[in-house]
């Protein structure tokens, strides 16, 4: 059986799929050849790699995670990742095994302002603290700005601390 691979990267469709035709490469960055693709499919792969294209600063300088710019745009991030998902299962998902990676990135994204909330209830920072998100790593790091101070919290289900 074939396989899809829906995964983000940078100036890429989320969406791979395995190419006989192609003997240097195991997975091509589209939809599969000979398949039939919705317009609403193909827009909505395009608004994903562009949303997450945006939360790099790239310059001839500087190439590093910032995050998104609102909340507001990370929640529609994951809703329109969520329905990519479930029309490429819907769509491919009997003639193709799919390898979901997509799944597995979305676990990862935390509201910092529930970050920031919770360690002012335990009293580590103060009241009106503002903080974003810098950085990710997946063993449940985050590194967190807060009021101007690089810190590292800890975020495991729904717990956190500094480190």
Do not use: C
């Not at 691979?5 to 006989?20: C, H, Q, R, T, V």
């Not at 997509?102 to 580590?124: C, E, M, R």
């Amino acid at each position: 059986m074939k396989t899809i691979k829906l995964m983000f990267d940078y100036k890429s469709l989320p969406i791979w799929y395995e190419d006989d035709l192609k003997k240097d490469f195991v997975y091509s960055n589209d939809f599969p050849n000979g398949e039939e693709i919705d317009k609403h499919l193909i827009d909505l792969a395009d608004k994903l790699s562009n949303e997450y294209d945006s939360q790099y600063l790239d310059n001839e300088i500087t190439f590093e995670y910032v995050g998104f710019l609102t909340i507001e745009d990370q929640n529609n991030f994951i809703k329109d990742s969520q329905e990519f998902e479930k029309i490429v299962y819907d769509r491919f998902g009997k003639n193709y095994r799919i390898v979901d990676e997509i799944k597995q990135y979305l676990k990862y994204f935390v509201n910092v302002g529930d970050i920031v909330k919770t360690l002012v209830a335990k009293g580590n920072i103060p009241q009106g603290t503002i903080g974003k998100v810098i950085s990710i790593t997946f063993n449940s790091s985050i590194k967190v700005e807060i009021n101007g101070n690089k810190e590292i919290v800890e975020y495991e289900n729904g717990n956190v601390s500094l480190i």
